[in-house]
C-alpha cells in the first residue's frame, strides 16, 4: 500500500514563487511514475506536470516555463516548484503515483494566487 503526502500550499501574491512537497510512504515499486494534478473551484481535475523514475518530464501548456518537477528517488519524495504564479494557477494540487494499473491520489494541499 502506498500513501501520499503533499505540503507547500499556500497564499501567495501574483507573480510570486511556490514549491510543493509529496513524499510517498509503503510499498514503493522503485520503476513508477509520479504527477501533480489541480483542480480550480467548478473545474475538472487537470495535468499539471509528470515524472518518470527514470526523470522524463512532461508539462501542461499552461506552465511550461514558470513550473519545475522533480524528484528524488533516496526520499521517495516529488517537487512542483511553481514561479511566476497567475491567478488562474489558483487550485487544489494533488499528487498522484502510479505503477502498472494501481493509482494512489494524495489529499491535495491548497494554492491561492491573489492578485
Known amino acids: 500500500q502506498v500513501q501520499l503526502m503533499e505540503s507547500g500550499g499556500h497564499l501567495v501574491q501574483a507573480g510570486g514563487s511556490l514549491r510543493l512537497s509529496c513524499a510517498a510512504s509503503?510499498?514503493?515499486?522503485?520503476?513508477?511514475?509520479m504527477g501533480w494534478y489541480r483542480q480550480a473551484p467548478g473545474k475538472q481535475r487537470e495535468l499539471v506536470a509528470t515524472?518518470?523514475?527514470?526523470?522524463?518530464?512532461n508539462y501542461a501548456d499552461s506552465v511550461k516555463g514558470r513550473f519545475t518537477i522533480s524528484r528524488d528517488n533516496a526520499k521517495n519524495t516529488m517537487y512542483l516548484q511553481m514561479n511566476s504564479l497567475k491567478d488562474e494557477d489558483t487550485a487544489v494540487y494533488y499528487c498522484?503515483?502510479?505503477?502498472?494499473?494501481?493509482?494512489?491520489w494524495g489529499q491535495g494541499t491548497l494554492v491561492t494566487v491573489s492578485s
Open positions: 498522484k503515483y502510479s505503477y502498472r494499473y494501481l493509482e494512489v
Open positions: 509503503g510499498s514503493i515499486f522503485s520503476i513508477n511514475a
Open positions: 515524472i518518470t523514475s527514470g526523470g522524463n518530464t
